[in-house]
């Protein structure tokens, strides 16, 4: 699954208490695209997305071998089998 790289901005952030107080404005901010961190006891606890940005990171990702075979140009003759090499020794 995929991971948001974003450092929380405090004013993204709530305590959990001021979270359940406020939450229409913590879910309008979510919905305008930046997901809001909700503390407990001063540790992250939970995230609250967009509904777009939810299924974005749910969405399946297709893997490389997969996009490759379904190419117009599958039939290249691209070999997509992993290869079982333990490698070479190199001297630096």
Not at 43 to 49: D, H, S
Not at 72 to 90: I, M, T
Request: proline share 5%; hydrophobic share 35%.
């Amino acid at each position: 699954m995929a991971t948001l790289k974003k450092t929380v901005n405090h004013k993204d952030e709530w305590q959990l208490q001021e979270a359940k107080n406020r939450l229409s404005r913590v879910v309008d901010a979510a919905r305008r695209g930046t997901p809001q961190t909700i503390t407990l006891r001063g540790t992250p606890a939970a995230v609250v997305l967009s509904f777009e940005q939810y299924q974005e990171m749910i969405r399946p990702r297709t893997p490389l071998s997969d996009f490759f075979r379904q190419s117009p140009l599958h039939k290249v003759g691209l070999d997509l089998e992993r290869s079982h090499d333990v490698g070479r020794e190199v001297e630096l």
